[in-house]
C-alpha cells in the first residue's frame, strides 16, 4: 500500500462547479501537507500549504487536513477552465524546505467551458 | 528564462548507453534534487543535495548517480540505461532560508525513453 493514496481521475466538470480533490495516507507522522498545481507539459508548482489539521483558503481554493482521519482534501469554487491541470497532493513529516515529500498520484481535472 | 532549466527536454537512447541529465538553477538555491513521474504512481525522490559537499539518497536512487558541480549545478546520470528508466525527470530546487512551507521549484522536466 502507498504511503499516499490519491485518486488519478481523470475528473471532468462543467465551469462554475465546485470541485474537491482528496488524498488519503497513512504515516501519522505526516505534518506538512501541499498541494501542487501542475499544467500539461510543465513542472508542478506550489498552489498550497498547510501545516497540522484544520483550513487554509487562498482565493478561489481551500485546503483542509484531517489528521485524525489521515485525510487532506482541495476544494476549488468556481472552477474555470484555467484550472484545467494536474492536482497532487505531497506531505512530509519534517519542518523547513527539506524536499523530501512523499506524493500522491495526482488527479486530473479538466473543466469545460 | 525560466528559473530551473532542464537539458535535454526529450532524449530517445538505446538499453545500455550512459545519458546525463543536467539541470541549472538561477534562484540562488542550495537545496537541489532529482525527482521521476512515471504515469499512476506520482512522483518519487531519486537524489537530493543540501549543498555542493552534501549529496543523499532518495526513495529509488539504485541505477543513478548525480553530481552538484556547483551551487547552482545539479546532473543525473544513468550509467547504463535500461527500459524501465523510460519517464519523465524533474529537477527541483529550494532554499533553506525560506519559510518552510515545503515549496520546491521545478524544472519544465525531461523526457527520457529508453528503447
Known amino acids: 500500500q502507498k504511503e499516499v493514496e490519491q485518486d488519478p481521475g481523470p475528473l471532468s466538470v462543467p465551469e462554475g462547479a465546485i470541485v474537491s480533490l482528496n488524498c488519503t495516507y497513512s504515516?501519522?507522522?505526516?505534518?506538512?501537507f501541499m498541494w501542487y498545481r501542475q499544467y500539461s507539459r510543465k513542472g508542478p508548482e506550489l498552489l498550497m500549504y498547510?501545516?497540522?489539521?484544520g483550513n487554509k483558503e487562498d482565493g478561489r481554493f481551500t485546503a483542509q487536513v484531517d489528521k485524525s482521519s489521515k485525510y487532506i482534501s482541495l476544494f476549488i469554487r468556481d472552477s474555470q477552465p484555467s484550472d484545467s491541470a494536474t492536482y497532487l497532493c505531497a506531505m512530509t513529516p519534517y519542518s523547513g524546505n527539506t524536499g523530501k515529500l512523499i506524493f500522491g498520484q495526482g488527479t486530473t481535472l479538466q473543466v469545460k467551458p | 528564462d525560466a528559473d530551473v532549466t532542464q537539458t535535454p527536454r526529450n532524449r530517445i537512447t538505446k538499453t545500455g548507453k550512459r545519458i546525463m541529465l543536467e539541470c541549472s538553477q538561477t534562484k540562488g538555491h542550495d537545496r537541489m534534487y532529482w525527482y521521476r513521474q512515471d504515469p499512476g504512481l506520482g512522483l518519487q525522490l531519486i537524489y537530493y543535495s543540501f549543498d555542493v559537499k552534501d549529496i543523499n539518497k532518495g526513495e529509488i536512487s539504485d541505477g543513478y548517480s548525480v553530481s552538484r558541480q556547483a551551487q547552482a549545478k545539479f546532473s543525473l546520470s544513468l550509467e547504463s540505461a535500461i527500459p524501465n528508466q523510460t519517464a519523465l525527470y524533474f529537477c527541483?530546487?529550494?532554499?533553506?532560508?525560506?519559510?518552510?512551507?515545503?515549496?520546491?521549484?521545478f524544472g519544465e522536466g525531461s523526457r527520457l525513453t529508453v528503447l
Open positions: 527541483a530546487s529550494a532554499s533553506s532560508g525560506g519559510r518552510g512551507t515545503g515549496e520546491l521549484f
Open positions: 504515516n501519522s507522522a505526516f505534518q506538512y
Open positions: 498547510t501545516y497540522s489539521s
